[in-house]
Nanobody
Framework: QVQLVESGGGLVQPGGSRRLSCAAS????????MSWYRQAPGKERDWVAR????????TYADSVKGRFTISRDNAENTVYLQMNSLKPEDTAVYYC?????????WGKGTLVTVSS
């Protein structure tokens, strides 16, 4: 079955960097666009970034544009989120999402805490 497993979260100081990974299995990864979302404490889950099947097309939420980079390795069935210049307001659980044959799949998320 489809599985998405995020990793790479942790505690980061303001201004620091972190790279998140999402390992996918159970479907033909290279055939589907992938996205990252995040949910801050007490808030709704928000879209962060999206990447096309071949990795060439990327889009970002305004709040992360210029600081975050989404990428993918189709040989490794993994999508990444490189986060730079992190701010306290980036603190959230980060989720990987894929829509496979019309069904939305989510990972369980990985917590990123930005704090000094």
């Amino acid at each position: 079955q489809v599985q998405l497993v995020e990793s790479g979260g942790g505690l980061v100081q303001p201004g620091g960097s972190r790279r998140l990974s999402c390992a996918a299995s159970g479907f033909t990864f290279s055939s589907y666009a992938m996205s990252w979302y995040r949910q801050a404490p007490g808030k709704e889950r928000d879209w962060v970034a999206r990447i096309t099947t071949n990795g060439i097309g990327t889009t970002y939420a305004d709040s992360v544009k210029g600081r975050f980079t989404i990428s993918r390795d189709n040989a490794e069935n993994t999508v990444y989120l490189q986060m730079n210049s992190l701010k306290p307001e980036d603190t959230a659980v980060y989720y990987c999402r894929g829509v496979v044959r019309g069904t939305i799949y989510w990972g369980k998320g990985t917590l990123v805490t930005v704090s000094s």
